[in-house]
């Protein structure tokens, strides 16, 4: 069984930077995909950033640039360092792990999530 559990939200003004973790453990699957996603009031979830077993990585188009995936495999942890942060970035983020292997970014192909952690951007 994989759980899941992020912290490092929190409120900044825009410009400013957070970096998210997320601990991951059962997660013993020689193949997965780990992501972050996020959803903010009134909108559907969508996929931010996502890193596989191989170390690829890929971004939403709206974070390119800002945002950064990464896995510390010895801690078990997965990162998002988010930096010139803008209102519009303001959601719950969740960490989420595929192990059965689809390799896609969208959320019906995840089958663990944490329980996200809030991120507010102000102007």
């Known amino acids: 069984q994989v759980q899941l559990v992020e912290a490092g939200g929190g409120s900044v003004q825009s410009g400013g930077s957070l970096r998210l973790s997320c601990v991951a453990s059962g997660l013993t699957y020689s193949s997965y995909t780990l992501g972050w996603f996020r959803q903010a009031p009134g909108k559907e979830r969508e996929g931010v950033a996502f890193?596989?077993?191989?170390?690829?990585?890929n971004y939403a188009d709206s974070v390119k640039g800002r945002f950064t995936i990464s896995q510390d495999n010895a801690k078990n942890t997965l990162y998002l360092q988010m930096n010139s942060l803008k209102p519009e970035d303001t959601a719950m983020y969740y960490c989420?792990?595929?192990?059965?292997?689809?390799?896609?970014?969208?959320?019906?192909?995840?089958?663990?999530w944490g329980q996200g952690t809030q991120v507010t951007v102000s102007s």
């Open positions: 989420a792990a595929d192990t059965v292997g689809y390799s896609s970014t969208y959320d019906e192909y995840y089958n663990y």
């Open positions: 890193i596989d077993s191989a170390g690829d990585t």
